[in-house]
């Protein structure tokens, strides 16, 4: 939760919602660090996946982002998810990077 109101608190990112009658059925984080726009946390509720929402988010994220003036947009895939070729049919294409991270306050 401390890294959703962080994205809700900051200037540049947000988290999008999708509602549907039951509630909330989807979210994206999105942020741009002025160099490029991120996406994470893209999930929609099992019951309401193979609608469309999870596309729908993903546009809403990139037209946030096309607002601030961001030109590309990227996302991680956690090893063993095998989300990728959902994301290639959006357009998205493996840019052939590997992420490293380092906590900077502990996890
Ligand atoms: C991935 C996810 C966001 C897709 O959301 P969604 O609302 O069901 O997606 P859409 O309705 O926009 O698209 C559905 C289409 O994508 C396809 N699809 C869904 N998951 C897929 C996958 N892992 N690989 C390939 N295609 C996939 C469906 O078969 C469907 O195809 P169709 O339109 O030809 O029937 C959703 O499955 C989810 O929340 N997954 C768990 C969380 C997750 O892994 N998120 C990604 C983190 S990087």
Redesign the pocket.
Known sequence: MADIHRALDGRTSTVLVHRSGTGVA?TVMVGYDGHRGWVYY???RRA????????ALLTAAEDWLRERGAVKVQ????HG???G??YE?LGYADVGATTYGKWLTGP
Do not use: K, P
């Open positions: 989807g893209v999930a929609v309401d996946r193979g609608r469309g929402i999870g596309r996302l991680m895939v956690r998810n095998d989300v070729a959902y049919q």
